[in-house]
């Protein structure tokens, strides 16, 4: 795959289309892309406090070059603040700054704020202008593509949203570099995610498979080399933005981008955000997911390995390692808007490593083993 100076990648909605643009540096740029757009002249940055304050620093300069109005507002990190008194806070900044229709909610961080900035866009005045700026991984190959706004509840994870697209988005690969170890892993359990849909998705990465490529590549990735950042973000934006293209608002095989969420979502609810990041949750349903698709003879034991290896080798959990209340995962898991009548519907891998299909009725019983092997 040829690097070049700059990816662009169009996600396809007629009137709602956008692009994302990705090349290093293009913070510092970010008000030329954003003076092409039909927006008003105030901007809201919503980011948080652990996000280094040398992004905010380019963004804001370079938008005020280039004439817009710039407020900022810092919330707390974590997925534990993806509520409605975030959202509230953001609401209330808005109109108390006199923020207008045309004018528009900028989010720079990772994927909480962009889920939680997304949907204050969505509602305030019935929609204002949403931009997505990542500094994440997990931001910028999941959550800042494809619409997907939301905030959580004490009953669940996402069980309030919108499907509201945003503007542009702004990728700037360089932001990766002040990210932990820890916080670079939560976006590789969505790396890999997109590995094990390459044929399903029939978007190919090159001669040899993605999954390949992060098994070959893992020492350069894990090591933040530039080539390598820039290939797996590219993949993955574009895998993604093709998917939603497709299908907006997930009445078919946008589904596949849940492989392995039904269990991430109850995991994560179960131990109220704080003891598993998204990516590591993830990463533990993706395995579930598998040995499930094992036990449902979808796949061979040998594909099942070479996945959970994978996450394995990554640094990522392909379990539980703490002690925990099973009835209280499989109740969160069973809030998940996919299933039907107390019953489960996964997104398995099924046949080859690439390919994944969707399966319904899939009973507790044969859930809660997974759990306790």
């Known amino acids: 795959m040829k690097i070049m100076?700059?990816?662009?990648?169009?996600?396809?909605?007629?009137?709602?289309?956008?692009?994302?643009?990705?090349?290093?540096?293009?913070?510092?740029?970010?008000?030329?892309?954003?003076?092409?757009?039909?927006i008003g002249k105030k901007i809201l940055l919503v980011t948080q406090n652990k996000i280094p304050s040398v992004w905010i620093k380019k963004v804001h300069k370079s938008l005020v070059k280039k004439g817009f109005k710039v407020f900022i507002l810092v919330l707390q990190s974590?997925?534990?603040?993806?509520?409605?008194?975030?959202?509230?806070?953001?609401?209330?900044?808005?109109?108390?700054?006199?923020?207008?229709?045309?004018?528009?909610?900028?989010?720079?961080?990772?994927?909480?704020?962009?889920?939680?900035?997304?949907?204050?866009?969505?509602?305030?005045?019935?929609?204002?202008?949403?931009?997505?700026?990542?500094?994440?991984?997990?931001?910028?190959?999941?959550?800042a593509i494809g619409g997907k706004t939301a905030i959580n509840i004490k009953e669940g994870k996402n069980l309030l949203g919108t499907f509201y697209q945003p503007k542009i988005v702004i990728i700037d690969p360089k932001t990766l570099k002040t990210l932990s170890k820890k916080e670079f892993l939560v976006g590789m359990g969505e790396v890999i995610?997109?590995?094990?849909?390459?044929?399903?998705?029939?978007?190919k990465f090159s001669k040899s498979s993605f999954f390949q490529f992060l098994k070959n590549k893992r020492g350069r990735i894990l090591g933040l080399y530039s080539?390598?950042?820039?290939?797996?973000?590219?993949?993955?934006?574009?895998?993604?933005?093709?998917?939603?293209?497709k299908d907006e608002r997930e009445s078919s095989l946008r589904a596949i981008l849940n492989l392995g969420h039904t269990f991430a979502h109850g995991i994560e609810q179960a131990f109220n955000y704080k003891k598993y990041t998204h990516g590591e949750a993830v990463s533990i349903g993706i395995c579930f997911a598998s040995t499930l698709a094992f036990k449902q003879n979808l796949i061979s034991e040998e594909i099942m390995n070479s996945v959970i290896s994978l996450i394995?080798?990554?640094?990522?959990?392909?379990?539980?390692?703490?002690?925990?209340?099973?009835?209280?995962?499989?109740?969160?898991?069973?809030?998940?808007?996919?299933?039907?009548?107390?019953?489960?519907?996964?997104?398995?891998?099924?046949?080859?490593?690439?390919?994944?299909?969707?399966?319904?009725?899939?009973?507790?019983?044969?859930?809660?083993?997974?759990?306790?092997?």
């Open 5 to 38: 100076t700059e990816k662009a990648i169009k996600v396809n909605l007629k009137e709602k289309s956008y692009n994302i643009f990705i090349k290093e540096n293009i913070l510092a740029l970010s008000g030329n892309y954003l003076s092409k757009l039909k």
């Open 227 to 245: 080539k390598e950042l820039l290939q797996i973000i590219y993949y993955s934006a574009f895998v993604k933005a093709q998917v939603v293209s």
């Open 78 to 143: 974590g997925e534990e603040y993806k509520n409605l008194s975030s959202l509230l806070k953001i609401v209330n900044f808005a109109i108390k700054n006199k923020f207008e229709r045309s004018d528009s909610f900028c989010a720079v961080g990772g994927g909480v704020v962009s889920d939680l900035t997304g949907f204050a866009a969505s509602v305030y005045y019935r929609g204002i202008n949403f931009i997505c700026i990542p500094t994440t991984l997990l931001g910028m190959v999941d959550a």
């Open 312 to 373: 394995s080798d990554y640094g990522l959990p392909v379990k539980i390692e703490c002690p925990f209340s099973l009835n209280k995962i499989i109740k969160s898991m069973l809030l998940d808007k996919k299933n039907k009548d107390g019953k489960f519907k996964f997104i398995l891998p099924a046949e080859k490593i690439g390919k994944v299909k969707i399966v319904s009725g899939i009973l507790v019983k044969d859930v809660k083993p997974l759990f306790l092997s």
């Open 193 to 203: 995610k997109y590995a094990l849909l390459e044929n399903t998705a029939k978007v």
